[in-house]
């Protein structure tokens, strides 16, 4: 690598990502009992109204108390869910209700059994109440919830148990929903071994598979294991073409510094292409983004905080957006710094480390003591990435700064 190569800057970074950002997979039908974690490929659109009829919202009794101030009244039929009633009530009468059971016609209200007391002489029920309600307390409404036609849940949604049940609750079994892109990740060195073998003199165990492997868990792909790349060039080139065959995305850590043995950008050149690869962006500086025939590349660093900045604020995205889901970014909220930075250097997009702390003069941040990219400590110390924009020359305490939660990014 030159070392006069233009850096791009974090932003123009996510801006070209965006323009790669095409839906890779079809849509296809998927049982409800699968759908979890997919990606909707059309609008779900209520088939019904939802509750289909005016209900009780709790155990009690249906009130038609008709503009009096009547507070007793007798019980002329009991309502269970699943059953209707048998008339409407005529004012004055009042109905034992269950909850979920069809609220009457003529209910004013549903009193809760709490709230009164039954009383039964010669065979006639009848209620008391302990004080006054107002009208259509207690009855959901028809439509309330949903309305027939109306759509419920947008193409593109992660679908997460809400969305599910949503869907179930109109009676839909099945689904239109994106396959699964499949993503194939590979970790590259010589130096690298899996956990559980034994370790010998000047290697490492591999654990940013790990880590990316659980960040991928969030997502709606089907992880490829394609092992570890050793530093031969006939070994990559071999390795990427099958793999570029086999998968949407590829996703590789390590081999993108431009190193002699740094062989992963020289092959995805001769295959296909680079798109870009410098960015100045703290730490994450070496990445790639190219394209195979059929797949995109994607080449994150080593070390792995950096390896973990990329992926959640570059790779991430764009996985999402092939997936189905349209390219987003994580959410930023702003916490005051419990820290001082006196002096920075500018024009990179800078990710500390950071955790929230809370006390009673409310919501702090606090930075972990070292910014080396190579610090699983500094991620495990961490409950999120404090980002330090391009022309943030210091830092006082009780700034703002803005903090994106480890749970947005898939490290949960």
Request: hydrophobic fraction near 40%.
């Amino acid at each position: 690598m030159s070392t006069k190569t233009p850096f791009l800057s974090f932003d123009e970074a996510l801006n070209h990502l965006r323009g790669l950002g095409h839906c890779k997979v079809v849509a296809e039908e998927t049982s409800l009992y699968e759908a979890y974690g997919r990606i909707l490929a059309e609008d779900i659109i209520a088939t019904c109204d939802l509750p289909p009829l005016d209900n009780s919202a709790m155990d009690g009794y249906a009130i038609a108390q008709g503009g009096s101030e009547q507070t007793s009244f007798p019980v002329v039929m009991e309502i269970f869910a699943g059953s209707m009633p048998e008339a409407p009530l005529k004012p004055g009468e009042a109905a034992r209700i269950f909850t979920g059971a069809p609220a009457p016609g003529g209910a004013d209200f549903v009193v809760p059994q709490e709230d009164c007391s039954e009383s039964d002489a010669d065979g006639k029920r009848r209620v008391e109440l302990s004080r006054s309600y107002p009208a259509g307390c207690n009855i959901r409404r028809k439509g309330e919830d949903q309305t027939k036609g109306a759509p419920i849940v947008k193409a593109g949604t992660l679908l997460r148990p809400q969305e599910i049940a949503a869907a179930a609750s109109i009676g839909l079994g099945q689904l239109k929903t994106y396959r699964r892109l499949k993503v194939g990740v590979f970790s590259t060195g010589n130096e690298l071994i899996r956990p559980g073998t034994e370790r010998q003199d000047g290697q490492i165990f591999d654990a940013n598979h790990f880590l990316l492997r659980g960040m991928l868990a969030s997502l709606p792909v089907e992880l490829v294991d394609l092992g570890i790349l050793a530093d031969r060039r006939e070994v990559v080139e071999s390795a990427l073409e099958a793999a570029s065959k086999q998968c949407d995305v590829i996703l590789t850590s390590g081999g993108a510094g431009g190193g002699d043995k740094d062989f992963v950008s020289a092959t995805l050149s001769k295959l296909g292409k680079t798109t870009f690869w410098h960015l100045a962006v703290k730490p994450g500086r070496p990445f790639m983004v190219g394209e195979l025939p059929d797949c995109v590349f994607i080449g994150l660093p080593g070390n792995p905080v950096a390896a973990t900045v990329a992926f959640a604020f570059l790779a991430r995205p764009l996985i999402e957006a092939l997936a189905g889901s349209g390219f987003g970014e994580a959410p930023r909220q702003y916490v005051a710094a419990d820290f001082e930075i006196s002096s920075r250097k500018t024009g990179r997009r800078e990710f500390l480390r950071g955790r929230r702390a809370v006390s009673d003069e409310g919501v702090k941040l606090t930075k972990y003591h070292s910014d080396g990219s190579a610090l699983l400590s500094s991620l495990t110390f961490a409950d999120g990435f404090i980002e330090l924009k391009e022309d943030v020359s210091s830092v006082q305490k009780g700034d703002l700064l803005p903090f994106v939660s480890f749970d947005e990014i898939g490290l949960r």
